[in-house]
C-alpha cells in the first residue's frame, strides 16, 4: 500500500528507463507519420530555468506527449540558444569569461530540463556556441551574400549606450528603449552587415492569411511589416526640382498648408534661402546631436526653422512654407510631408507653434482640435462632397496623376535587418576586408570562423567589436589575392543564430551539411511550434525570411517554417510580471525537489486558460499535488482486490465523459479544464461506494500521461500494461455511454459572471462548490478571500458572495 508519495524515487526510476530504452529518440529516416513539435529553445542565463520557461516547455510537451499517443511519430527536440548580449554582460557583471559561464549554465539546464520528463530527443541538440553549429550560421550568411540578400551600407543605425552595439530597429521598443537594457536608445553613423528582408516584404504579408497561427501573433507581424497605402506626390518648386512626398491621405491635400522635411533630408540645404543659411545649418547640426544622443523631441515635437522657400500646392497653386523638424524621420516615406494641421495632431501641434493656418477639408469635426476621422470633402473644389478616405482617396490620386504630380503608391515600415553587433560573445561575421580586392567572403572550405578565446572581452563603444583587439584574429590574407587583409570583427546577431536552429535539430548530427535534404524534405517545415509572443517581430520575422531566401535560392521546397503556431501566456506574481528587482522571480527547483515535477507541471498547467497572463500562488501547487495522492490511493484500491471488479454503468459514464473532455480540450491547449475534467473523475471515483474499477485506472493513467508523464508511466506499470505508457493508443469515449445530460452551471462573484463549468446533469450543490471553488479563474478573482456566503441553483449557477 501506497502510504507516501516518494516523488523523487519515482521520477528518477522513470527518467532512467527511458534514458536507458531510448524512450523519446525518433527514427527520423524510417517514421511513417512525422510530427515535428517545436518549443523556442532557451538562452542559459546564470540564474537557470525560471517557472515561465517550465510552464511553456509543459504546455508544449503535453502537447506533444498527446500527438504521440495518437499514431505520430513526434519528434521533440531541445538545444541552447547560448550567444548573445545577455549573456556576455553577466559574465562581465561576475567577473567570469563567458565561454566558462555559458558552459556551465548549458550543464545546469540541461539538469533541469531532464528533471521536468519531458520527451525532448537528446540526441539532436544544438548549441549555438559550438562550432559545429555556428560553422553553418557562417554558411546561412555566405549563402544569403551570394545570394544577394545580405550586403553593406554606411548609414545611420541604432545604438545602445549601455550595451555599446547596434541594434536592429526590431530591437527597439516603441518609447526608444533596448529591449534587452531598456537603456535610451541612440543613433549612429556605421557601416554595417544588413540581410535584405524587404525583398519579401510584400511575401511576408500575404502569407500571414493562410497561416495557422495565433491572430495576435499575426497582427504584431501586420503592424510591424507596416503596410501603407497612399500617393506619391510632386509638390512645384519654383526653379528647382519638385519636392516629393508620400501621403497616405491624399484625399486631404487640399488641407496642406505647408511641408516639413526631416532636418538630415537630402534637400534641406538646397532649399534654404540664402539669408537662413546659416540659422538652418545650426538647426540642422543640434538635430543631428539630439538624434545621436538620444534627445530627439518625440512625435508632438514643434521644434524647426523656416526656410524661407514655398513649394506649390500642386492642386491649390497656392504657395506654403517648408520647415525642417525632428517630427519627421528621414528613413521613413521620403523624409518629407505634406502637413495638414486639421487633420492630423503632430501638424496641427507644429502649427499652433509657428503660427501657420489650418484648413478643414473632411467634415465631421465636432470638437476642438485636429480631426482625421472619415467624413465629407469640404473646401476642396469640385471634389467637395467625396466620402473621405475613400472613395476621395482614390479619386485625388486619379487627379494627381493625370496632372503629372503624383503616383497610387504602397510603402511600407519594415526595412532591412541589420546584423552586425560590436561585441565579443557571438559568431563571426566570415568576411575578409582587403585593400585590393574590397570585401571578399571567407572561403566555405576554411568555415568555421572560430571565435578565439580573448581575456578581455569589455566592448570598446567605439563601433569596433573587441576582436579588434586580437591582431591574431584579425590578421589574415585575402583569398583571392593572397595579399594582407584584415578580418571582419563584428558579430552576427544571436537572432541570426536562431533563425534557422529548427532546421538543423534534425540533421544535428551530421557535419557534412547543415541540413539534410531528404530529412528536411520529410520533416519540414514545423508541424506546432509553442513560443512566446514577444518574439513576433523577432525571431519568428527572421526565420520566415531566412526560409524565404532559402527556398528561392533552392535549398528548400517550402518558404514557411512553421506550419501552425501557437502563443503561450505569461506567468506572473502578484499581478506583475517577474523580475530580479521586484524581489518575485520563482525558480522552479524548489518545488519539483518538494512536489516533484509531475505535480509541478500539473500546477503550472491548471492556473487558467494556457494562452493567457497567469498568476503563480506560491499555495497553489498544493491541491496538484494532493490529486497526485489520491490517484496513488485509488491505485492501492484497485491492487489490493484480489478479483477483477466489474465497471458500474454509472462509473463507465463518468469515465468516458472524462475521456471525451479531455480528448477535445488537450488540442486545443484548453490543458486547465482537461485537468479539471479528471479531477472531477477521480472524484467521482473516491466517493463510489464499492471496489474501484481497473478499467478506470487504466484510461486514467492514458489521460494522465500526457501531464503527469512519471505518474501515468507508475500506474500503467503497476497495472500491468506493457511498457511504455506513452506508447499507447490514446482512448476513444463510447458515445453511445455517454448521456446528453451536461450542463453549463456559470460561477458568479457577487452577483457578475467570472467563469462556468460543465458537469453532469443533477450535480449535488456540495460537489458544484468545490468545483467553482477550485477553478483556477474564480482563484485568482478570490486573492485568498473566503467567500461570507455561496449560494448554489443546482444545474444553473454558483454564486460566491464576498464581504464588503
Known amino acids: 500500500m501506497t502510504s507516501t508519495y516518494d516523488h523523487r524515487a519515482l521520477e528518477a526510476k522513470w527518467q532512467a528507463r527511458w534514458q536507458e530504452t531510448g524512450l523519446d529518440e525518433v527514427d527520423l529516416v524510417g517514421a511513417r507519420k512525422p510530427y515535428y513539435n517545436l518549443m523556442m529553445f532557451p538562452y542559459p542565463s546564470a540564474e537557470g530555468l525560471h517557472v515561465g520557461n517550465m510552464f511553456a516547455f509543459s504546455g508544449a510537451d503535453a502537447h506533444g506527449r498527446f500527438e504521440r499517443m495518437r499514431g505520430f511519430d513526434v519528434f521533440e527536440p531541445i538545444g541552447f540558444d547560448a550567444f548573445g548580449i545577455h549573456s556576455e554582460n553577466f559574465a562581465l557583471k561576475v567577473g567570469r569569461h563567458p565561454r566558462e559561464l555559458i558552459a556551465t549554465n548549458v550543464t545546469r539546464f540541461r539538469e533541469q530540463l531532464m528533471r521536468l520528463g519531458a520527451q525532448f530527443d537528446w540526441s539532436k541538440t544544438v548549441d549555438t556556441t559550438d562550432p559545429a553549429y555556428y560553422r553553418w550560421t557562417q554558411w546561412l550568411f555566405l549563402t544569403l551574400w551570394k545570394g544577394g540578400f545580405a550586403y553593406r551600407a554606411r548609414r545611420n543605425v541604432k545604438w545602445c549606450p549601455q550595451d555599446l552595439t547596434v541594434l536592429a530597429d526590431e530591437q527597439v521598443l516603441a518609447d526608444g528603449t533596448c529591449e534587452r537594457c531598456g537603456a535610451q536608445v541612440t543613433e549612429r553613423e556605421l557601416e554595417q552587415w ?88 545650426e538647426f540642422i547640426e543640434e538635430a543631428a546631436r539630439r538624434r545621436i544622443s538620444g ?16 513649394a ?11 520647415f525642417p523638424s525632428d517630427y519627421v524621420l528621414s528613413g521613413y516615406g521620403t523624409g518629407a510631408i505634406m502637413a495638414v494641421p486639421a487633420h492630423d495632431q503632430r501638424d496641427h501641434s507644429f502649427a499652433l507653434q509657428h ?37 476621395a482617396r482614390e479619386v485625388i490620386t486619379a487627379a494627381l496623376v493625370e496632372a503629372g504630380f503624383g503616383q497610387a503608391h504602397i510603402t511600407y515600415k519594415l526595412r532591412d535587418w541589420g546584423i552586425s553587433r560590436q561585441r565579443y560573445w557571438g559568431c563571426p561575421i566570415p568576411a575578409i576586408h582587403c585593400p585590393t580586392c574590397g570585401v571578399v567572403p571567407v572561403p566555405e572550405k576554411d568555415l568555421p570562423v572560430l571565435l578565439p578565446y580573448i581575456e578581455d572581452f569589455r566592448p570598446l563603444g567605439t563601433g569596433e567589436s573587441p576582436l579588434a583587439r586580437d591582431p591574431e584574429f584579425f590578421r589574415t590574407t585575402c583569398p583571392q589575392c593572397g595579399g594582407d587583409a584584415r578580418r571582419d570583427t563584428d558579430v552576427s546577431d544571436t ?71 501557437r502563443a503561450h501566456g505569461m506567468i506572473v506574481m502578484g499581478g506583475a510580471k517577474m523580475s530580479k528587482s521586484r524581489g518575485n ?50 491505485l492501492d484500491q484497485v491492487e489490493a482486490e484480489s478479483m477483477a471488479t466489474p465497471e458500474p454503468a454509472n462509473l463507465a459514464r463518468a ?43 487504466e ?106
Open 655 to 697: 469515465r468516458h465523459r472524462c475521456i471525451r473532455q479531455v480528448t477535445v480540450d488537450t488540442p486545443e491547449r484548453k490543458y486547465n479544464t482537461a485537468i479539471a475534467a479528471m479531477m472531477i473523475f477521480v472524484k467521482r471515483l473516491r466517493e463510489h461506494d464499492g471496489p474501484v474499477p481497473k478499467a478506470a485506472l
Open 355 to 391: 503660427h501657420l493656418p489650418e484648413i478643414e477639408v473632411v467634415s465631421g469635426n465636432d470638437s476642438p482640435g485636429p480631426h482625421g476621422g472619415t467624413g465629407a470633402l469640404i473646401n476642396s473644389a469640385q471634389f467637395n462632397g467625396l466620402k473621405a478616405p475613400e472613395p
Open 699 to 804: 484510461t486514467l493513467a492514458l489521460l494522465l500521461a500526457p501531464y503527469c508523464p512519471h505518474l501515468a508511466e507508475e500506474i500503467w506499470e503497476r497495472l500491468g500494461g506493457a511498457y511504455s505508457v506513452h506508447q499507447q493508443p490514446w482512448p476513444d469515449a463510447d458515445e453511445s455511454l455517454i448521456e446528453d445530460d451536461e450542463v453549463v452551471v456559470v460561477i458568479c462573484i457577487n452577483g457578475k459572471k467570472r467563469d462556468q463549468i460543465l458537469v453532469p446533469a443533477g450535480t449535488d450543490a456540495e460537489t458544484l462548490e468545490h468545483s467553482a471553488l477550485a477553478l483556477p479563474r474564480i482563484q485568482q478573482w478570490l486573492e485568498g478571500r473566503k467567500p461570507e456566503r455561496i449560494f448554489v441553483i443546482p444545474d444553473r449557477q454558483v454564486n460566491l458572495v464576498l464581504p464588503g
Open 312 to 322: 506649390i500646392n500642386p492642386l491649390t497653386g497656392k504657395p506654403i512654407p517648408i
Open 295 to 310: 534627445q530627439r523631441g518625440d512625435e508632438s515635437s514643434t521644434q524647426g526653422v523656416a526656410l524661407g522657400s514655398d
Open 194 to 281: 544588413f540581410l535584405r528582408i524587404t525583398a519579401f516584404t510584400e511575401r511576408l504579408l500575404a502569407n500571414l492569411d493562410g497561416l495557422d497561427w495565433s491572430e495576435n501573433t499575426k497582427l504584431l507581424q501586420r503592424h510591424w511589416i507596416g503596410r501603407s497605402q497612399g500617393a506619391l506626390i510632386d509638390f512645384p518648386i519654383e526653379g528647382k526640382a519638385p519636392l516629393r512626398v508620400f501621403s497616405t491621405r491624399p484625399d486631404t491635400i487640399f488641407g496642406a498648408t505647408f511641408m516639413v522635411l526631416a532636418p538630415d533630408h537630402q534637400r534641406t540645404l538646397e532649399l534654404t534661402a540664402p539669408a537662413v543659411q546659416a540659422t538652418v545649418a
Open 495 to 565: 537572432f541570426l543564430d536562431s533563425s534557422w536552429y529548427y532546421l538543423r535539430y534534425p540533421s544535428a548530427d551530421r557535419d557534412d551539411v547543415p541540413f539534410d535534404p531528404a530529412l528536411t524534405r520529410k520533416w519540414l517545415p514545423v508541424t506546432y511550434y509553442d513560443g512566446g509572443n514577444e518574439h513576433a517581430v523577432l525571431h519568428l520575422l527572421y526565420s520566415r525570411f531566412v526560409t524565404m531566401a532559402l527556398e528561392q535560392l533552392g535549398y528548400l521546397d517550402f518558404d514557411e517554417p512553421f506550419t501552425q503556431f
Open 585 to 634: 522571480v520563482v525558480v522552479p527547483d524548489e518545488y519539483i525537489a518538494r512536489f516533484g515535477a509531475d505535480a509541478f507541471r500539473l500546477y503550472l498547467l491548471y492556473l487558467g486558460p494556457y494562452p493567457e497572463t497567469l498568476n503563480f500562488v506560491d499555495t497553489g501547487i498544493n491541491g496538484p499535488h494532493r490529486f497526485i495522492i489520491q490517484v496513488l490511493r485509488l
